[in-house]
């Protein structure tokens, strides 16, 4: 009974502190604005330190208040995702699975996975994020994902990775631009301008190490996007750089056309796996998605 009392006093807490405000958060819930306070009172008891402090009208969270609430939403999530896991188990091949998927792999892989997953399990729903891998894998820890097929990054106790193939970033242009095709020292490269990632995906950080260590100046980023549909584009206006896969390199793939800039200095080899976390317990609709992701697994690409 102590349990649950504190139980829903945590889920009334986060309600207060996610909308900053007694009265609107009792409204939300439905309860007295007195009977939330003694909510609010209880805990602090409990933890022995204020979560509140008052800021005009409002309230703000103190220190303590903030750790808290960052535990009752991971509490929240793991009731939320151990309901969705139980009731799979009775359902065989059904439910949902979220996965994340970095651009290229969204591109290249995820449709022939999700054909062949609806084939097997029409009752399965896949739930598809497509974002830059540092931001997916954050969302993995925090448990809003099931699973990120994507470039594999640093040993992370946190997360387990399964390798299943591999990839090459390269240097790319539009067709017309003057180092298509061509092979072209870093110091010409650092004439132009670039489209790159944001400063905290691995790719751009290892295209800055290959220039840092010559000595030379970091590539300069004019635009930074995530999206890789908006890079042929961007890159005929404005004659900027490009780094992304070899993949998106295939004539008739855009207009205009890229082109990759040869150098074996700013060729990069990475690996592409599944990765989920280290929880013993993975739903058997997101072990058969891994295992028909791991089924197409290419043999390594060969520098040009």
């Given at each position: 009974?102590?349990?649950n ?7 009334y ?34 933890y ?13 969270l ?75 894998h ?131 080899t ?35």
């Open positions: 009974m102590v349990m009392l504190q139980m829903r006093d945590l889920l807490f986060a309600k207060v502190a996610e909308l900053g405000h007694l009265g609107r958060a009792s409204q939300a819930l439905h309860i007295t604005q007195p009977a939330l306070s003694k909510c609010i009172d209880r805990l602090e008891e409990t022995g330190a204020d979560l509140f402090e008052r800021r005009g009208r409002g309230i703000r103190t220190d303590a208040g903030q750790l808290l609430y960052e535990r009752s939403l991971l509490i929240e999530r793991t009731l939320d995702e151990t309901h969705r896991q139980i009731s799979s188990l009775g359902k065989g091949l059904a439910g949902l699975v979220r996965v994340g998927a970095a651009a290229t792999v969204a591109e290249f892989v995820m449709p022939t996975v999700c054909r062949l997953l609806q084939q097997e399990a029409p009752a399965v729903v896949i739930e598809l994020q497509i974002g830059m891998n540092d931001v997916l954050e969302s993995l820890r925090k448990r809003l994902l099931d699973v990120v097929v994507g470039p594999l990054s640093t040993h992370d106790e946190e997360l387990v990775a399964i390798p299943i193939s591999t990839d090459q970033v390269v240097v790319a242009v539009s067709a017309t631009h003057p180092l298509a095709g061509k092979h072209a020292s870093l110091e010409d490269m650092c004439g132009y301008g670039w489209v790159l990632p944001a400063q905290s995906v691995a790719t751009r950080q290892w295209l800055e190490r290959v220039f840092a260590s010559r000595g030379l100046p970091l590539p300069r980023a004019a635009v930074m996007t995530s999206s890789i549909a908006a890079v042929p584009r961007l890159i005929a206006e404005t004659g900027l750089l490009s780094f992304i896969s070899r993949r998106n390199l295939d004539e008739g793939r855009f207009t205009p056309r890229l082109v990759e800039v040869f150098n074996p200095d700013t060729t990069m990475r690996n592409f796996g599944v990765v989920h976390r280290t929880d013993p317990y993975l739903s058997p609709a997101t072990q058969r998605f891994i295992q028909i992701v791991q089924a197409q697994s290419e043999p390594p690409h060969q520098d040009i």
